[in-house]
């Protein structure tokens, strides 16, 4: 980077040039001038990123551009340089976290009754404006949460996507106190996700084709773990379907026992099959998704995450290396979450 913040300098970026295929490499490494924050908005200097599948999926065009050259990102660990107009609560040098939802409209029903994360007029980091795979970026302060001083970037970084809507997810399955959760796929969402319910009391399964992934799952306390595809040794209560495979949810939906639910956490899905109502829904099984999170979602999250860390597992990459990171990601080469490192 050169110069200073604020629209007087630029600084170094990556941005989706021709979304396609991860092996066309659809990222460009470019440079753009450091962004000025408009009114109510933080400019935040990047210290972390963290890289997660919704990029790969914007990156891919499964998640169709909003804009041309987009900066993705949303899951970034920074800290103030500098304020817009109206912007007052966050001074300079404050420690932050910038998550992927950014902007509501505060006055339609779904905002008026709590659940802002359906907002029609809602805006996403990454995706709507330019997000972290760079030096700076400016976010509302309303969306902006303040990060503890004493963790590591580079641990605090997933915990604002795939913690916060791991977390969502858990609230969304029903999960009746002390039951039985299956998590399928086990990627930086279900490594986080699962430890909190093992905290709070509940039995742990975990499905997922990575023989890695199944090793890390028993050494933060899953019950048991098995092949994507495999039955759990028991009926389950609730699961979560981290994976976006759509072939998985009636596989989950037939290892839920009686009145069980699955709530489905990621933002692109693949086709699902035709399900058999008797053995996919009846007995009053419930299939539901998970769309992005509210702040309140975010607040609670990183309170629990900040009285009782979790083990964050990461894999640090250089900022050069944005491109091999969501490559890697894709070819499931990354055990827990990879970060980009500043």
């Known amino acids: 980077m050169t110069g200073g913040a604020g629209g007087t300098g630029r600084m170094d970026a990556w941005v989706v040039a021709r979304p396609g295929p991860i092996a066309s490499r659809p990222l460009e490494r470019t440079r753009l001038p450091i962004p000025s924050p408009g009114p109510g908005e933080v400019l ?13 999926h914007l990156a891919e065009g499964d998640l169709l551009p909003r804009r041309p050259r987009t900066v993705p990102g949303h899951e970034v660990v920074g ?12 001074a300079p040098g404050t420690r932050v976290g910038v998550a992927w939802l950014r902007s509501t409209c505060g006055l339609c029903r779904y905002c008026r009754r709590g659940v802002e994360n ?24 309303d969306y902006v949460y303040p990060l503890p001083e004493d963790a590591p970037a580079e641990k605090l970084a997933p915990l604002l996507c795939a913690g916060i809507i791991g977390y969502r997810a858990l609230l ?7 039951g039985r959760l299956g998590v399928y796929g086990f990627g930086a969402s279900a490594h986080l996700t699962a430890q909190l319910a093992v905290a709070q009391g509940a039995t ?38 981290f994976a976006p495979a ?16 699955l709530a489905v956490a990621g933002i692109h899905l693949s086709d699902i099959p035709v ?35 979790p083990r964050v597992t990461t894999v640090p990459y250089p900022f050069d290396a944005a491109d091999q990171a969501l490559e890697d990601l894709a070819t499931d080469r990354v055990e827990g979450a990879a970060v980009l490192l500043r």
């Open 118 to 141: 359906l907002c029609p007029a809602s805006t996403y980091t990454g995706w709507d404006a330019d997000g972290g795979y760079a030096g700076y970026l400016t976010a509302p302060e």
């Open 172 to 178: 969304r399955c029903d999960l009746p106190p002390g």
């Open 275 to 309: 399900l058999n109502y008797q053995r996919h829904l009846f007995q009053e099984r419930t299939l539901r998704s998970v769309t992005a999170n509210t702040r309140a979602d975010g607040r609670g999250y990183l309170d629990l995450a900040t009285a009782r860390p």
């Open 204 to 241: 742990v399964h975990v499905l997922t084709r990575s023989a890695k992934a199944r090793e890390l799952a028993m050494a933060l306390g899953a019950a048991s773990a098995g092949g994507a595809a495999d039955a759990p040794p028991e009926p389950l209560d609730s699961a979560i379907l």
């Open 246 to 261: 759509g072939e998985l949810v009636p596989v989950a939906l037939a290892a839920l026992d009686r009145g069980g639910t």
């Open 44 to 56: 935040v200097e990047v210290e972390a990123c963290a890289v997660c599948r919704t990029d790969l």
């Open 79 to 90: 800290r103030v340089a500098a304020s817009g107009p109206d912007a007052t609560r966050l």
